[in-house]
C-alpha cells in the first residue's frame, strides 16, 4: 500500500535559516503529492502541491519537487519566519480509480525562533 | 482558494449525549467529504469518507453506528457522535474535494474539538 515517510522532528531554526524537511513516499502508479501546514488549534491548510513527476510546487517563499527517481517530495525554504512554526504533513493520494484517500506522513513540528 | 468550514469549533457535553459536527464548503461543490480524528501531536486518522448522496465508507475500526455521517447536498456533510463519552474527546477535522477544485486536491475546515466529560 501506499506510505510516507518524512523527517522526524521536532526541527528548531533561527529566523532566516535555511529549512528542509525531507519527504520520501512508497506508492504504484503516479501519485499526487502534498505538503499541508496545520498552524496551532487549527485545522490543515494546503501549503503547495505537485501532480506529475518534475513538477515543483510553491507557495509562500516554500518548495518542493516532484521527484519520481527518488520517490521524495521534500520541502524547503530558503528564509523562514516566526510566522512559519507550525506542523508540516507530507501526503499523498493514489492514481485513478477510488485511490483518493490522502495518506499521510507523520508530521514535522517546525518551530522558529526570533 | 477553497473554503471549508466547520461548526462548532469547540464543544463540550456530558457523557451519553450525542453531538452533531457540520462541515460545509462554502465556494465550490464538495462532492466528496472525509471526516479524521487527530490525536494530541498525531496525524490525521481517517475515519469516513462520503459521497454526497450515498451512505458513508467508513475505515476499519471505525463504528458506523457510532460515528453518523450524513452527506446530503454538494455543500454539507454533518458527523454525529452518539452516546459520546470521554475516549471520544479529540479534534474532529473534515475535508473536501469536488468538481472545479481538483479532486485530487482536499480542503479542510478549521477543526472541531471535542470534550466529553
Known amino acids: 500500500g501506499n506510505s510516507v515517510t518524512q523527517m522526524e522532528g521536532p526541527v528548531t531554526l533561527s529566523e532566516e535559516a535555511f529549512l528542509t524537511i525531507n519527504c520520501t513516499y512508497t506508492?504504484?502508479?503516479?501519485?499526487?503529492l502534498f505538503w499541508y501546514v496545520q498552524y496551532p488549534g487549527e485545522g490543515l491548510q494546503l501549503l503547495l502541491k505537485?501532480?506529475?513527476?518534475?513538477d515543483k510546487g510553491s507557495n509562500k517563499g516554500f518548495e518542493a519537487t516532484y521527484r519520481k527517481e527518488t520517490t521524495s517530495f521534500h520541502l524547503e525554504k530558503g528564509s523562514v519566519q516566526v510566522s512559519d512554526s507550525a506542523v508540516y504533513f507530507c501526503?499523498?493520494?493514489?492514481?485513478?480509480?477510488?485511490?483518493?484517500?490522502?495518506?499521510f506522513g507523520k508530521g514535522t513540528l517546525l518551530t522558529v525562533n526570533p | 482558494g477553497a473554503v471549508v468550514s466547520q461548526h462548532p469549533s469547540w464543544v463540550i457535553c456530558k457523557s451519553g449525549t450525542s453531538v452533531k459536527i457540520e462541515c460545509r464548503s462554502l465556494?465550490?461543490?464538495?462532492?466528496?467529504m472525509f471526516w479524521y480524528r487527530q490525536f494530541p501531536k498525531q496525524s490525521l486518522m481517517l475515519m469516513a469518507t462520503?459521497?454526497?448522496?450515498?451512505?458513508?465508507?467508513?475505515e476499519q475500526g471505525v463504528e458506523k453506528d457510532k460515528f453518523l455521517i450524513n452527506h446530503a447536498s454538494l455543500t454539507l456533510s454533518t458527523l454525529t457522535v452518539t452516546s459520546a463519552h470521554p475516549e471520544d474527546s479529540s479534534f474532529y477535522i473534515c475535508?473536501?474535494?469536488?468538481?472545479?477544485?481538483?479532486?485530487?486536491?482536499?480542503?479542510f475546515g478549521p477543526g472541531t474539538r471535542l470534550t466529553v466529560l
Open positions: 465556494d465550490f461543490q464538495a462532492t466528496t
Open positions: 501526503a499523498l493520494t493514489g492514481s485513478g480509480g477510488s485511490n483518493y484517500k490522502l495518506t
Open positions: 505537485a501532480t506529475k513527476a518534475d
Open positions: 506508492a504504484t502508479g503516479y501519485p499526487s
Open positions: 475535508s473536501a474535494s469536488g468538481s472545479g477544485r481538483g479532486t485530487d486536491t482536499q480542503y
Open positions: 462520503s459521497n454526497e448522496g450515498s451512505k458513508a465508507t467508513y
